[in-house]
Protein backbone atom coordinates (compact mmCIF):
# COMPACT_ATOMS: atom_id res chain seq x y z
CA UNK A 1 0.00 0.00 0.00
CA UNK A 2 2.71 2.49 0.66
CA UNK A 3 4.75 1.84 -2.66
CA UNK A 4 1.53 2.73 -4.27
CA UNK A 5 0.83 5.58 -2.58
CA UNK A 6 4.34 6.89 -3.24
CA UNK A 7 3.87 5.55 -6.49
CA UNK A 8 0.70 7.49 -6.91
CA UNK A 9 2.43 10.91 -5.49
CA UNK A 10 5.72 10.43 -7.56
CA UNK A 11 3.12 9.65 -11.12
CA UNK A 12 1.10 13.25 -10.04
CA UNK A 13 3.91 15.24 -9.32
CA UNK A 14 5.56 14.29 -12.46
CA UNK A 15 2.53 15.31 -14.34
CA UNK A 16 1.51 18.44 -12.65
CA UNK A 17 5.25 19.54 -13.86
CA UNK A 18 4.96 17.94 -17.23
CA UNK A 19 1.71 20.66 -17.82
CA UNK A 20 3.82 23.32 -16.55
CA UNK A 21 4.88 25.09 -19.70
CA UNK A 22 7.94 26.84 -18.65
CA UNK A 23 8.87 27.56 -21.97
CA UNK A 24 6.80 30.65 -22.14
CA UNK A 25 7.95 32.76 -19.52
CA UNK A 26 7.30 36.58 -19.16
CA UNK A 27 9.99 38.85 -19.55
CA UNK A 28 8.84 41.41 -16.28
CA UNK A 29 10.75 44.16 -16.86
CA UNK A 30 9.27 44.27 -20.61
CA UNK A 31 5.67 43.68 -18.99
CA UNK A 32 6.22 46.58 -16.54
CA UNK A 33 7.66 48.84 -19.40
CA UNK A 34 4.31 48.15 -21.49
CA UNK A 35 2.19 48.27 -18.34
CA UNK A 36 3.96 51.61 -17.70
CA UNK A 37 3.11 52.93 -21.67
CA UNK A 38 -0.02 51.90 -20.94
CA UNK A 39 -1.07 53.89 -18.13
CA UNK A 40 -3.21 56.46 -17.89
CA UNK A 41 -1.35 59.91 -17.29
CA UNK A 42 -2.27 63.43 -16.22
CA UNK A 43 -1.50 67.09 -17.75
CA UNK A 44 -1.56 69.01 -15.12
CA UNK A 45 -3.12 72.48 -15.89
CA UNK A 46 0.40 73.98 -15.09
CA UNK A 47 1.87 71.79 -18.10
CA UNK A 48 -0.59 73.19 -20.76
CA UNK A 49 0.21 76.60 -20.19
CA UNK A 50 4.16 76.16 -19.64
CA UNK A 51 4.04 74.61 -23.52
CA UNK A 52 1.74 77.38 -24.97
CA UNK A 53 4.65 79.78 -23.67
CA UNK A 54 7.55 77.54 -24.88
CA UNK A 55 6.10 77.67 -28.51
CA UNK A 56 4.52 81.24 -28.19
CA UNK A 57 8.80 81.88 -27.54
CA UNK A 58 9.77 80.05 -30.52
CA UNK A 59 7.41 81.25 -32.90
CA UNK A 60 8.29 84.96 -31.57
CA UNK A 61 11.27 84.40 -32.54
CA UNK A 62 10.69 83.23 -35.47
CA UNK A 63 7.95 85.90 -36.56
CA UNK A 64 11.20 88.50 -35.55
CA UNK A 65 13.76 86.53 -36.92
CA UNK A 66 14.97 88.94 -40.12
CA UNK A 67 15.72 86.22 -42.28
CA UNK A 68 12.49 84.43 -41.63
CA UNK A 69 11.01 84.23 -45.16
CA UNK A 70 7.40 82.62 -43.95
CA UNK A 71 4.71 84.97 -43.87
CA UNK A 72 2.33 84.77 -40.97
CA UNK A 73 -0.06 82.51 -42.34
CA UNK A 74 2.35 79.79 -43.23
CA UNK A 75 3.65 79.95 -39.87
CA UNK A 76 -0.26 79.74 -38.41
CA UNK A 77 -1.11 76.46 -40.94
CA UNK A 78 2.42 75.06 -39.57
CA UNK A 79 1.81 74.89 -36.11
CA UNK A 80 -1.94 74.64 -36.32
CA UNK A 81 -2.70 78.23 -34.55
CA UNK A 82 -4.31 81.18 -34.81
CA UNK A 83 -2.18 84.37 -35.59
CA UNK A 84 -3.63 88.06 -35.57
CA UNK A 85 -2.06 91.02 -35.49
CA UNK A 86 -2.69 94.91 -36.01
CA UNK A 87 -2.86 97.47 -33.23
CA UNK A 88 -4.90 96.69 -30.35
CA UNK A 89 -7.84 98.64 -31.11
CA UNK A 90 -8.30 96.82 -34.78
CA UNK A 91 -7.82 93.98 -33.21
CA UNK A 92 -10.17 94.51 -29.81
CA UNK A 93 -12.77 95.06 -32.25
CA UNK A 94 -11.88 91.54 -34.22
CA UNK A 95 -12.60 89.72 -31.35
CA UNK A 96 -15.21 88.91 -29.46
CA UNK A 97 -14.03 87.69 -26.20
CA UNK A 98 -14.85 90.05 -23.34
CA UNK A 99 -11.51 88.74 -21.30
CA UNK A 100 -9.29 89.69 -24.20
CA UNK A 101 -10.87 92.60 -25.30
CA UNK A 102 -9.58 94.04 -21.72
CA UNK A 103 -6.12 92.31 -22.21
CA UNK A 104 -6.38 94.65 -25.85
CA UNK A 105 -7.28 97.50 -24.13
CA UNK A 106 -4.52 97.40 -21.18
CA UNK A 107 -2.50 96.91 -23.91
CA UNK A 108 -3.57 99.88 -25.76
CA UNK A 109 -3.23 102.19 -22.70
CA UNK A 110 0.50 100.67 -21.73
CA UNK A 111 1.53 101.54 -25.37
CA UNK A 112 0.15 104.68 -25.25
CA UNK A 113 2.28 105.53 -22.19
CA UNK A 114 5.42 103.92 -24.06
CA UNK A 115 5.73 101.19 -21.34
CA UNK A 116 8.14 98.25 -21.90
CA UNK A 117 5.60 95.02 -21.96
CA UNK A 118 6.97 91.71 -21.90
CA UNK A 119 5.16 88.70 -23.88
CA UNK A 120 1.89 87.17 -21.52
CA UNK A 121 0.33 84.50 -21.36
CA UNK A 122 -4.25 84.76 -21.58
CA UNK A 123 -7.19 82.64 -20.84
CA UNK A 124 -10.41 83.47 -22.89
CA UNK A 125 -13.28 83.62 -21.18
CA UNK A 126 -14.42 80.19 -21.78
CA UNK A 127 -11.03 78.86 -20.85
CA UNK A 128 -10.59 76.52 -23.95
CA UNK A 129 -7.76 78.68 -25.43
CA UNK A 130 -4.62 80.06 -24.76
CA UNK A 131 -2.86 83.49 -26.53
CA UNK A 132 0.57 84.15 -26.12
CA UNK A 133 0.26 87.85 -26.54
CA UNK A 134 3.75 90.47 -27.91
CA UNK A 135 4.63 93.44 -29.14
CA UNK A 136 6.54 93.84 -32.25
CA UNK A 137 9.34 96.17 -33.65
CA UNK A 138 6.74 98.17 -35.47
CA UNK A 139 4.20 98.23 -32.31
CA UNK A 140 1.72 96.30 -33.79
CA UNK A 141 0.16 93.52 -31.13
CA UNK A 142 0.48 89.69 -32.08
CA UNK A 143 -2.07 87.35 -30.71
CA UNK A 144 -0.88 83.93 -30.81
CA UNK A 145 -3.95 81.64 -30.12
CA UNK A 146 -3.18 77.71 -28.87
CA UNK A 147 -6.45 75.31 -28.25
CA UNK A 148 -5.68 73.47 -25.19
CA UNK A 149 -6.86 70.58 -26.73
CA UNK A 150 -4.12 71.41 -29.50
CA UNK A 151 -1.55 71.71 -27.02
CA UNK A 152 -2.41 68.16 -25.06
CA UNK A 153 -1.98 66.39 -28.51
CA UNK A 154 1.27 68.03 -28.91
CA UNK A 155 2.55 68.15 -25.66
CA UNK A 156 5.94 66.32 -24.35
CA UNK A 157 5.93 62.54 -23.57
CA UNK A 158 8.50 63.83 -20.30
CA UNK A 159 6.07 66.08 -19.42
CA UNK A 160 2.93 63.70 -18.76
CA UNK A 161 3.13 62.69 -15.12
Not at 59 to 74: A, F, G, R
Not at 114 to 141: A, R
Request: aromatic fraction near 4%; glycine fraction near 2%; proline fraction near 3%.
Amino acid sequence: MKKSLILTCLVSSILSLHSCDFSKRIDTSAAVKEMKNRQVKRILPQDITNKADTWGQEIQEMIENPSNKLSLDSISKQFQIQIQSGKALALKQQNKDKKIQEVLDALDYSLSLHQEIPPSIQKNTVGDSLFYIFIDKKQDVILLGFSKSQIVLNIDKPLIK
